[in-house]
C-alpha cells in the first residue's frame, strides 16, 4: 500500500518558488543599500555635494552592484530551471505511460507523485489500464469462443453438402438438416452482432420514457406462437398502473424477449411474468415451471457462450445481463421452491441512461 503523503498543487510549487525569489531579491537589495552605506561611510544627511564628490565609492557601489544582480541572476536561472524539471519530469514520465497504453501495454504503473493534479491524473489513467485490460481480455475470449461457436454448425453443413454431392446421404434428408444448422447460425450470427453493438461504447440509443407494463405484454405476445407450439400459456402479475421508467426502450425490450424465449425453452406448461414498481426501483420477473437450473450452472448463466443444460448457444443470458449493467441495474437466478427457474431484473428508478 502507498503510504499517504500530503499533496501540494503545481500552482501552489510555481508561486511558492516565484515569491522566494522575490524574497530573495528584496534581500539582496536591502544588503546592498547596507553596504553601500558602510563602504562609503555615507550619512544619509550629506548634501548633493558631498556625496557627487565621493566618485570613487560610487564607483565601488556600481562594482557591487553588478556582481550582486549577477548573483542574483544566477540563481534566479538555477531556481528556474530546478522547477521547471520538477513539473515536466513528472508529465515526461506520463506521456511515456500514456504511449504506452496506447501500444496496447494495459499494465498500470507504480509512480507517485507530490502534485495534487498528477496525482489524480495518474489515478485517472491506471483506473482506464485496468477497465482496457478487462475489455480487451473479454474481446480476446469472445472472438475465441465465437469462432468455435461459428466453426461447429459449418462444419455440419459442410459435411452435409459432401454427402449430398457424393451420393452418400439422402437429398432430401441432408437438406432439412442443412437449412436447420443454417438457421441456427443464422440466429448465432445475429447475436453475436447484438453483443458487439452492446460492447460498442460509441453507439448510441433512443432513451425515452416507456412504460415497462407494454413492453413486457409487446414481447410476451410476439412469442406467442412459439409458446402455443409447446403448449405453454403466459400469466401476468403487474402493477394495477402503468409502470412508467426512462431507458432505451429497444435494449430493455430484447433482454425481456431473450429471458421469455428461455423460459419458455424449460417451461413445462405456464411462464409467469411480473413486473412491479418497488420504492426504489422497478423489478421484472420471468419464471418457469420447469425443472429449473442446475445447481452448478447457476453462478455461471450469465457468463458468455456457458451452455447449461439443453442451451443453445450461451448468448441470450448474456447479453439481458450487458443490458441490465448498462441501466446500472441488477439480475439474478434462482430457482423457486415449487420448481422451475427465476430470473429477476431489478432497475433504479433515479437511473439516467
Known amino acids: 500500500m502507498k503510504a499517504h503523503r ?3 498543487k503545481i500552482r501552489q510549487r510555481v ?12 534581500a539582496l537589495t536591502g544588503i546592498i543599500f547596507n ?3 558602510r563602504v562609503l561611510d555615507v550619512d544619509l544627511d550629506y548634501n548633493l555635494a558631498e556625496i ?14 553588478v556582481v550582486l544582480i549577477s548573483v542574483m541572476f544566477i540563481v534566479a536561472v538555477i531556481v528556474t530551471y530546478f522547477l521547471s524539471n520538477s513539473i515536466t519530469r513528472p508529465i515526461e514520465k506520463l506521456s511515456e505511460f500514456a504511449l504506452d497504453i496506447g501500444s496496447g501495454n494495459f499494465v498500470p504503473n507504480d509512480l507517485e507523485f507530490n502534485d495534487s493534479e498528477l496525482e489524480d491524473l495518474n489515478n485517472a489513467l ?3 489500464v485496468k477497465q482496457l485490460a478487462i475489455y480487451d481480455g473479454e474481446q480476446r475470449a469472445f472472438f475465441q469462443n465465437a469462432s468455435h461457436e461459428l466453426r461447429t ?6 459435411c452435409y453438402a459432401e454427402g449430398i454431392n457424393f451420393g452418400l446421404m439422402d437429398p432430401v434428408t441432408a437438406s432439412e438438416t442443412i437449412l436447420q444448422e443454417t438457421d441456427k447460425l443464422s440466429e448465432l450470427v445475429a447475436d453475436l452482432l447484438y453483443i458487439s453493438k452492446i460492447d460498442n461504447i460509441t453507439t448510441a440509443y433512443t432513451v425515452a420514457e416507456v412504460d415497462l407494463l407494454e ?15 409447446k403448449q405453454i400459456r403466459f400469466y401476468y402479475d403487474f402493477s394495477g398502473s402503468a409502470v412508467s421508467y426512462e431507458c432505451a426502450a429497444e435494449l430493455i425490450s430484447r433482454a425481456v424477449d431473450n429471458l421469455i424465449s428461455n423460459a419458455i425453452r424449460y417451461a ?6 411480473s413486473c412491479h414498481k418497488k420504492d426504489s426501483d422497478i423489478e421484472i420477473s420471468v419464471s418457469d415451471d420447469g425443472n429449473g437450473v442446475d445447481a452448478e450452472d447457476l453462478p455461471h448463466v450469465f457468463e458468455r457462450f456457458y451452455k447449461g443444460r439443453g442451451g443453445n448457444h450461451g448468448i441470450g443470458l448474456s447479453i439481458v445481463k450487458s443490458i441490465v449493467l448498462q441501466h446500472n441495474g441488477h439480475i439474478k437466478a434462482e430457482n423457486s421452491k415449487e420448481g422451475g427457474a427465476v430470473f429477476s431484473i431489478s432497475l433504479p428508478i433515479e437511473f439516467r441512461f
Open 268 to 273: 413445462s406448461s405456464k411462464v409467469v411474468l
Open 6 to 8: 500530503k499533496k501540494i
Open 153 to 158: 454448425p459449418l462444419m455440419s453443413i459442410k
Open 126 to 128: 491506471n483506473k482506464s
Open 215 to 229: 413492453i413486457v405484454r409487446d414481447c410476451a405476445m410476439r412469442q406467442q406462437v412459439v409458446a402455443d407450439k
Open 52 to 65: 557627487a564628490g565621493a566618485s570613487e565609492g560610487v564607483g565601488r557601489i556600481g562594482i557591487i552592484l
Open 35 to 37: 553596504i553601500a552605506i
Open 15 to 26: 508561486l511558492a518558488a516565484y515569491s522566494a525569489v522575490l524574497f530573495f531579491s528584496f
